[in-house]
């Protein structure tokens, strides 16, 4: 009889375990944190001086120039707004600021979508014409802009600030607009065609509701940069017509010793700007996000 050696299978090597961290700092480079927190010192600490300006009496910024309100004082807040230049400011620069964003939202959609989702030759030369317009600021073209809005009649008015500025928001527009059309599945169109849409139809009810946070994007980068503009409203408007920069500017000049009301009338007119910017700050990241994508 013979025997049978039966052979056990070799069993597995069993993988190992992550090792063990050797204790070693790793959450990143200090050294890029340290200069992260002095570039936000650098940044903020003008605002929070400001701020923290206007709630100060001129005797305690001459006595302390660095110290913190002691004790706190409001009359500097409640004497700008009080004042209707302020508010005529304001007006101003929320209507220029609106018109411009509506500018520039609905024509760059419209320059976007065929750019993006039409094949015909010569779009990416006519696209690039839009890029290269990245690099000619408004103050490259002033006096050509200056000697044309007057000669259109249209100086010292609401439009002829608008205008310029959606002009030259639209190349930063239609670049962000454009991946972004782009990325949307072209099976998405083919069966809204298929369903009977025109590509107007298409443009209307599909893509610009899909759109929505690119537009949102490209809205409130144009806003922002509308309501904080100042040398093309320096040289277009006057008197009842200035926005709040040029406010600003006046106020600083006309009450130059009464530094902590300057302080104060400069803290509220960044304020709504800033506050419209922080609380879209999540749209905008999702738009440059999805253009970044596409």
Request: glycine share 8%; aromatic share 12%; no cysteine.
């Amino acid at each position: 009889m013979s025997a049978v050696t039966a052979t056990s299978p070799t069993t597995p090597r069993t993988a190992q375990g992550p090792r063990r961290r050797t204790g070693k700092y790793t959450g990143g480079n200090p050294l890029v944190y340290a200069l992260a927190l002095v570039v936000v010192a650098l940044t903020l600490g003008p605002v929070l001086y400001g701020v923290l300006g206007g709630f100060r009496t001129n005797a305690q910024l001459a006595e302390s120039p660095a110290g913190m309100p002691d004790p706190w004082v409001f009359f500097n807040y409640a004497g700008v707004l009080s004042n209707p230049n302020f508010w005529t400011y304001a007006f101003n620069s929320t209507v220029i600021a609106l018109l411009t964003t509506t500018l520039v939202v609905v024509f760059g959609i419209m320059a976007a979508y065929p750019l993006a989702r039409y094949k015909f030759k010569g779009r990416e030369q006519i696209f690039m014409v839009f890029v290269l317009g990245l690099l000619f600021p408004a103050t490259v073209a002033i006096i050509p802009l200056f000697i044309l809005i007057t000669d259109l009649n249209m100086g010292n008015t609401w439009w002829g600030v608008a205008l310029p500025q959606a002009a030259f928001a639209l190349p930063v527009t239609v670049v962000i607009l454009r991946p972004f059309l782009q990325a949307l599945p072209d099976e998405l169109e083919e069966a809204a065609l298929l369903d009977g849409a025109s590509r107007i139809g298409f443009f209307w009810r599909i893509l610009l509701p899909l759109s929505g946070p690119g537009m949102v994007t490209v809205g409130v980068l144009a806003f922002v940069g509308s309501w904080n503009a100042y040398l093309l409203p320096l040289l277009l408007l006057q008197s009842d017509m200035k926005t709040l920069p040029l406010g600003v500017a006046d106020f600083s000049s006309e009450y130059s010793s009464d530094t902590a009301g300057v302080f104060a009338f400069t803290t509220l007119a960044m304020i709504p700007a800033l506050v419209f910017f922080l609380a879209m700050q999540k749209r905008i990241v999702n738009g440059l996000q999805g253009a970044v994508k596409g």
